[in-house]
C-alpha cells in the first residue's frame, strides 16, 4: 500500500534530517522523502502535523519468553507491546527454554515472529551448548538460521580457554560476540550495587569490580584473538573509561547501556521496591552520570530497553528472593525523551532518537534505522510532549512490573508502521 505521511517533523539521524518533510512509502520501502515520486498516488494519507516522524526503534536486548517461559510472557503480547512502543527491530537474548543454541529453534521462533506482522526479531545463538560454558555452538548453522551473533545473556564463562576459542571461531568468520561482563565469582548472588545503600538495608551486593575484572579478561582476549565484542548493559563509571581506553587503542568493541541506568540509582530501591531488582543492579549517582555522559561523547554505542517481563509470582517478593527484570519496550522512546530534554541542547532530540534508530542497527549489522530512499519502510508516529502516566493499564506487555509505574512521561506513540504496513495506531 502506498502510505503519504504529510507535515511531519522527519528526525532521520542517519541522514543529518531534522526538518518538517513528507515521507513516502510503497512496497514496503521508502519511496522519496520531501517531494512526491513521479507518478505516485497514495491508497492513504497520514497527516502527522504537530507529531515527530522518525524511523522505527531498534531495541538490542528484549526478551519475549518464547519459547519456555510463557507464563511470564507470550510472543503476542511482547510484540504487541513492541510496536505500541515504536520499536520495529528488536534483538532477542538466547536464554530461552530451551537455549537457543539450536537452528531449528532458531527458525520456528522467527517463523511465529514473521506471522504476527510484528517488530522484526532478530534472535541472538547462543555461545556454548546451553549456555553452560563448556562446548561450541554451531555458530555456522545458527548463522544460517538467523541469528545475528552470539551471546551467553547471564551465564558467564568461567574458563576463559573456552571464550578465548569461542572468540578466535567468531574472528574467522565474521561473527560478533555479545558478553555482559561479570566475573562469574565476584559478586555472584548479589542483588544490589555494593555500597553504602545495600549495607544499610542489609542486602548481598554486586560490586563494580565484578565487572570491570571481566572486561580486563575480554580486553586482553580480544587482543589475542582479534576478535568483534559487542558490551552488553554497562552500568558503572569504572567500566566506561575501560572501554574509552579500548576504543581509543583501536580494539573492535561497541557497548549498549540499559535505559533504566540512564535514569535511575541504586537509592531508588527505596524500601525495598522489587521493581528496582534489576540486572545488572542500579548503581550510584556518580556512574549514572557517566553514563549520561558515555552517551554525549560517544562511549555508549547505544541504549536498550533490557525488557525482562517478570510474572507476579516472581517478583510480589522481598527484594532479595524477588526475579530481576522490568518491562521497557514502551519505555524506551519515552525515556530517551526523557534524556533529551533533560540535555536541554538543541541537537538533543536527534541524539537521543540516533541512540535507539542506526545506532545500534549500524553495530548490530541491521539494515533499520534510517528512512533513506530504498530503506524498509520501518517508521514511528510520536507526539513528543502528549502525557500519559506508566500504569499496568497502559502497558501491552503482559510483564506489568517497572521501577517507572506511576510516573507520568512525555512521548507517545501515534503510529508504527513496520516494512509499510500499520501494525499500530492510537
Not at 307 to 315: N, Q
Request: hydrophobic content about 40%.
Amino acid at each position: 500500500m502506498n502510505l503519504h505521511i504529510k507535515n511531519g517533523r522527519l528526525v532521520d539521524p542517519a541522514n543529518g534530517i531534522d526538518a518538517v518533510q513528507d515521507l513516502y512509502i510503497g512496497d514496503g520501502k521508502v519511496l522519496a522523502v520531501g517531494s512526491a515520486p513521479e507518478g505516485f498516488s497514495a491508497a492513504r494519507t497520514i497527516d502527522a502535523a504537530g507529531l515527530v516522524v522518525a524511523p522505527g526503534l531498534v531495541d538490542l536486548s528484549a526478551r519475549l519468553r518464547e519459547p519456555g517461559y510463557e507464563y511470564k510472557a507470550t510472543l503476542e503480547s511482547e510484540m504487541q507491546a513492541a510496536v505500541q512502543g515504536g520499536v520495529t527491530s528488536l534483538v532477542c537474548p538466547p536464554d530461552t527454554d530451551p537455549v537457543l543454541d539450536e537452528p531449528g529453534l532458531v527458525e520456528m521462533l522467527k517463523h511465529r515472529a514473521r506471522n504476527l506482522n510484528g517488530a522484526r526479531v532478530h534472535p541472538l545463538g547462543a555461545l556454548t551448548v546451553g549456555l553452560k560454558g563448556k562446548a561450541l555452538t554451531e555458530m555456522a548453522e545458527l548463522t544460517e538460521a538467523g541469528c545475528i551473533g552470539f551471546a551467553q545473556a547471564e551465564h558467564p564463562i568461567e574458563d576463559t580457554t573456552v571464550l578465548l576459542r569461542a572468540m578466535q571461531y567468531a574472528r574467522t568468520f565474521g561473527y560478533t560476540v555479545w558478553l555482559r561482563p561479570q566475573d562469574p565469582y565476584i559478586g555472584r548472588g548479589g542483588v544490589a550495587h555494593s555500597g553504602p545503600l545495600a549495607s544499610r538495608l542489609g542486602l548481598s551486593g554486586v560490586p563494580v569490580m565484578s565487572e570491570t575484572i571481566a572486561l580486563h579478561t575480554i580486553f586482553e582476549l580480544m587482543r589475542a584473538s582479534g576478535a568483534r565484542v559487542h558490551l552488553c548493559r554497562i552500568s558503572s563509571a569504572a567500566a566506561l573509561d575501560l572501554i574509552r581506553a579500548a576504543k581509543k587503542e583501536g580494539l573492535p568493541v561497541t557497548c549498549d547501556v540499559g535505559v533504566h541506568h540512564l535514569h535511575m540509582t541504586d537509592a531508588d530501591i527505596g524500601f525495598f521496591d522489587p521493581n528496582a531488582r534489576l540486572t545488572p543492579p542500579l548503581r550510584s549517582q556518580r556512574d549514572r552520570e557517566a553514563i549520561r555522559a558515555g552517551l554525549l561523547d560517544g562511549t555508549v554505542d547505544a541504549v536498550c530497553s533490557d525488557h525482562t517481563p517478570v510474572d507476579d509470582d516472581e517478583k510480589l517478593l522481598p527484594f532479595a528472593e524477588a526475579s530481576p527484570g522490568a518491562t521497557g519496550l514502551e519505555l524506551l522512546l519515552a525515556l530517551m525523551l526523557k534524556w533529551a530534554g533533560d540535555q536541554g541542547a538543541p541537537d538533543a532530540l536527534p541524539r537521543a532518537i540516533a541512540k535507539v534508530t542506526h545506532e545500534p542497527a549500524r553495530m548490530a549489522g541491521l539494515a533499520a534505522g534510517t528512512l533513506s530512499v530504498g530503506a524498509e519502510a520501518d517508521v514511528v508516529l510520536f507526539d513528543p510532549d502528549a502525557r500519559w502516566t506508566v500504569g499496568r493499564d497502559t502497558l501491552a506487555s503482559q510483564g506489568k512490573h517497572t521501577p517507572f509505574l506511576g510516573y507520568e512521561l512525555a512521548g507517545q506513540v501515534k503510529a508504527t508502521i513496520v516494512a509499510g504496513h500499520v501494525a499500530y495506531e492510537r
